[in-house]
């Protein structure tokens, strides 16, 4: 039995975020982080690892400095980690880049012990559609915003989070979960983690590994590959310096209630 | 003949994935009718509703109310409740039947569970939490005019691989919203979008309409062998528990509620209650021993960063500020017009708390009503 | 200097480590209460910071100086109490067993306390001898298979939660000086040996210090480490280690006082606009952003210098605690200066940092001993 996890390396939204003229991401000014739910798929993985004792293997795709944090995945207790990455991989849409990532899955090998686990979605995009779609690509069941999960056997008994309250779904290996934060609180690395991750095992799969996979051809990987495409990016409406209410009463009260209900902000 | 999602001439009219809990259809679904009216006009073609559960007809008939000309309802007991597997599947097979040009699922916790898997499977592109939808391009440009900060009128709109004017549009944030993206679908039909709660507009409930509805009951194949997981129960939950740290929606009290101070941290609780949120105070009220330590915001207290930070008769000292001054959005209600709390305030209203806020309240009540009905 | 990745790496955990873990109501409850957080104590054992420095074989992580000094910079930027956690096994307590004990030893103490499952201090100061360590007066006496230890230490970091401790004793008591003095270490639970009220501290609130009393206290002679007679070298070896320890400390301390004076200067307003914009005020910034940066070079560097095995690591050690600390110090007293009042008040960190870096240039060697050290390095060659 092993345990796949796939992860993303993401600009650090939760400060400040810089775009550029043309509406773009400035991604080289900004910092890059794991991204927090793959965190709690990674603190999953290793919750049951410490049970079972079973091998954990985090794949990411991205470009080649995407190595540091597969580094620090290892420091943390991650067996092996695999680094996917090729020019002709850029640009995927969700579509694409499951494709991919199946792909990279399958040849490595998954077996009918094994879990993949993901997180609910990434701060970049979040979309929450490639965990879905790489378990729809590799054939194998999903559940996903899961709060909590218990193993016994080759069954999986998840409680599934819901906006009103939670569904427990029982499902059998191999699957896929995706993780949220509630789920649990990632560790850290540990010191002889980060002495040791240095030298353990990273695996890079590019074009040429993975190019005769039956999920890859220049149809359905990368820029050309992805059915949607980006039209427009712009920034939203400048946030206008801040603005006194005239008055203090009933009408006020409605202007106020009726600004923020426009602008979806309640 | 074979599926093909890259013959876009042969797919047409509009379909809304109608979701469904226990029976009770979700208000998503109507506000996603009513948008993808909108889109079905733009197009001149047929709006559809698809709803799948046990024995659901009874409900069918009401998206007809919102705009629909024709559902598709799929009944079977493996249906009654939401797995992944058994609802692809049938979606798929509807969708590979009547070829529909767009396809719209609320993105709830099973929407954004579903689409991508179905998505997937018909080989098509989806747009996820989308906030915005055109097929006509002058309401695009429309939109962008006053949701963008971009000068539309020397912009090129055209483009050389697609039809600007008949290819749906799909507006979402990205960036945890510091980024807009609009995105399109144009090689493959359905074009695919999951789109935000509570957002789209609900259209006024039209008798005529609901009754004139077309229900249709396709054939459909499903069997249990079809699906693999097991749902177990189904347990609502009681009222979320939330702290201050993760809360979308923060009303703190400060200093200005000593006139009256059970009277004013009840008001804040009702005014966060509305809102879904928690209530929070300055260090005064803390100190004062009106309010428990866990609710202070400020350098000694917990630093927030919600959606909304709701400031009820505090100053704005520099130790509050440095807890909250990252909020989204920051509304002050103050009597003295000259506190700092003005400063970082998105809206200030300057008046006396214990009479604003009860306002507050009310006009908060009349607009959920008002979306309601 | 320029961290390697892997050191980068290391930095980046005890910077994640510190900023989530050392909370506000954590630190806020040790200065309260003063008593040591146990459960803190666990949390870091658990990631291993107990045993940075020591070797894997003893159950450690095996890191080198400069992974050790990042470790308590970065601890001591968001706690100058909760990095003294981390660092006795791996300097004062571990460092002597490395030093000079013997594989039995090293293979009976050292695994329990890289793991934090036993704490391990040192015991050198005594009322009539600090810097002065010459002027020993505890003493074990050779009794058949055993030593009989009686005497009085002071100041003893740790001593109220330790399970052992290194101990210096005169076991010579005709040799003159430092000469004559053996290392020892000492079952805390044995009997005889007893604990002094714990001191109520300026700052390092949270670490309890006492004196450690001995009557008596039988040991058998496998407790001896190193040779009889020859433990006031390794005494002054260990420290050498542990004034790398204290300048990392200072250092993060300095940090600390950088960056609560930046953020302030920038909020606070006065006349009109922030006190930054007053020259005043940015150059209090800028002499304070150099002395830290001045300082954490000297201490990587001395770090460096240890890793290679130099000759000048000694001298480097002493230069980079005397800088550190003195910088340290006048990095808080700008930071309060900054703050003006309310950096006179408790609920700013600033004051609580003017207490805690005044620790830095006294402790393992004033900043005078500091000098005396560099001086004779110098002088005497």
Known sequence: ?????????????????????????????????????????????????????????????????????????????????????????????????????????????????????????????????????????????????????????????????????????????????????????PRYMTVLGTEECFDMPLHIMDYNTLKDHPLIDATTIGLKGSPTNIYKSFTPPQKGAGMMLEGSGKETAKQLVSILTDKHII | MAFNSADIAAFKNVWVFCEQRQGKMMNTTFELISEGRKLADELGVDLCGILLGDDVD??????????????????????????TEGYTKVICDMVEEYKPEILLFGASNIGRDLAPRCAARLHTGLCADCTHLDVDLDGYVNFLRTGSSLDVDGMNFDSKLFDVKTNLKMTRPAFGGHLMATIVCPRFRPAMATVRPGVMMKREFDNAKAASIKVIHPEFKLAPEDIETEVVEIVKAAK??????????????????????????????????????????SR?????????????????????????????????????????????????????????????????????????????????????????? | ???????????????????????????????????????????????????????????????????????????????????????????????????????EQKEKYLPPVARGEKILV?????????????????????????????????????????????????????????????????????????????????????YPTSDVVLEDVRVPKDCLIGKLNKGFQTAMKT???????????????????????VKYAKERKQFGRPIADFQGVSFMIAEMATDVEAARQLVYHAAQLKDAGSEEASKACSIAKFFASEAANRCAYKAVQIHGGYGYIKEYKVEKLYRDARITSIYEGTSQVQEIVISSNLLRK
Not at chain 1, 112 to 130: F, K, Y
């Open chain 2, 58 to 83: 009874g409900i069918a008939k009401e998206i007809g109310g919102y705009g629909a000309d024709s559902v598709i309802v799929c009944n079977s007991p493996l249906l009654k409740n939401y797995t």
């Open chain 2, 240 to 281: 979320k528990m939330v702290d201050l740290i993760g809360a979308d929606y923060i009303v703190s009290v400060g200093r200005g509620i000593a006139k009256d101070v059970e009277g004013g941290i009840k008001l804040a609780e009702e005014l966060a209650d509305e809102l879904g949120g928690v209530v929070g105070s």
């Open chain 1, 1 to 185: 039995m092993k345990i796949l996890v796939t992860v993303k390396q993401v600009p650090d939204t939760s400060g400040k975020v810089a775009v550029k003229e043309d509406g773009t991401l400035d991604r080289a000014s900004m910092q890059t982080i794991i991204n927090p739910d793959d965190l709690n798929a990674i603190e999953a993985a290793l919750t049951l690892k410490d049970r079972l004792g079973c091998k954990v293997v985090a794949f990411t795709m991205g470009p080649p400095p995407a190595e540091g944090m597969l580094r620090e995945l290892m420091a943390m207790g991650v067996d092996e980690t695999v680094l996917i990455t090729a020019r002709e991989f850029g640009g995927s849409d969700t579509y694409a880049t499951s494709q991919i990532i199946a792909a990279a899955i399958d040849t490595y090998g998954l077996e009918e012990e094994d879990i993949v686990l993901a997180g609910r979605q990434a701060i970049d995009g979040d979309t929450a559609q490639v965990g879905p779609q790489i378990a729809e690509k590799l054939h194998i069941p999903q559940v996903t915003y899961a709060g909590d999960i218990e193993k016994d056997g080759r069954t999986l008994t998840i409680k599934r989070i819901l906006e009103d309250g939670y569904m427990t779904i029982k499902v059998k290996t191999p699957c896929l979960i995706t993780c949220i934060k509630e789920l649990n609180t």
């Open chain 3, 122 to 206: 040192f015991a050198l100061t005594e009322p009539g001898a600090g810097s002065d360590a010459g002027g020993t007066t505890t003493t074990a006496i050779q009794d058949g298979d055993d030593f009989i230890i009686n005497g009085r230490k002071c100041f003893i970091s740790g001593a109220p939660m330790a399970d052992w401790c290194i101990l210096f004793a005169k076991t010579d008591l005709s040799a003159k000086g430092s000469r004559g003095i053996s290392m020892f270490i000492v079952d805390m639970h044995l009997p005889g040996v007893s604990l002094g009220a714990p001191e109520k501290k300026m700052g390092i609130v949270g």
């Open chain 3, 239 to 261: 420290l050498d280690g542990g004034r790398l320890g204290v300048a990392a400390q200072a250092v993060g301390i300095a940090q600390a006082c950088l960056d609560e004076s």
């Open chain 3, 1 to 103: 200097m320029i961290l390697d990745k892997k050191h980068a790496l290391q930095q980046k955990l005890f910077r994640q480590f510190a900023e989530t873990e050392f909370t506000k109501e954590i630190l806020d409850e040790l200065e309260e209460t003063g008593e040591f957080n146990w459960e803190m104590h666990k949390k870091m054992a658990k990631y291993g910071f107990m045993g940075v420095k020591i070797p894997k074989e003893y159950g450690g992580a095996g890191c080198d100086h400069l992974t050790y000094a990042l470790m308590d910079e970065e601890f001591a930027r968001q706690s100058a109490v909760l990095a003294l956690y981390a660092n006795t096994s791996n300097s004062l307590g571990g460092g002597p067993l490395l030093l000079a004990g013997s594989k």
């Open chain 2, 284 to 373: 005064a009220c803390v100190d004062a021993g009106w309010i428990s330590a866990d609710h202070q915001v400020g350098q000694t207290g917990k630093t927030v960063h919600p959606k909304v930070y709701i400031a009820l008769g505090i100053s704005g000292a520099i130790q509050h500020k440095a807890g909250m001054q990252d909020s989204e959005y920051i509304i002050a209600v103050n009597k003295n017009d000259a506190a700092p709390i003005f400063e970082i305030a998105d809206y200030g209203i300057c008046g006396d708390l214990f009479k604003v806020v009860p306002l507050l309240i009310d006009a908060i009540r009349e607009s959920k009503a008002a979306k309601e009905a």
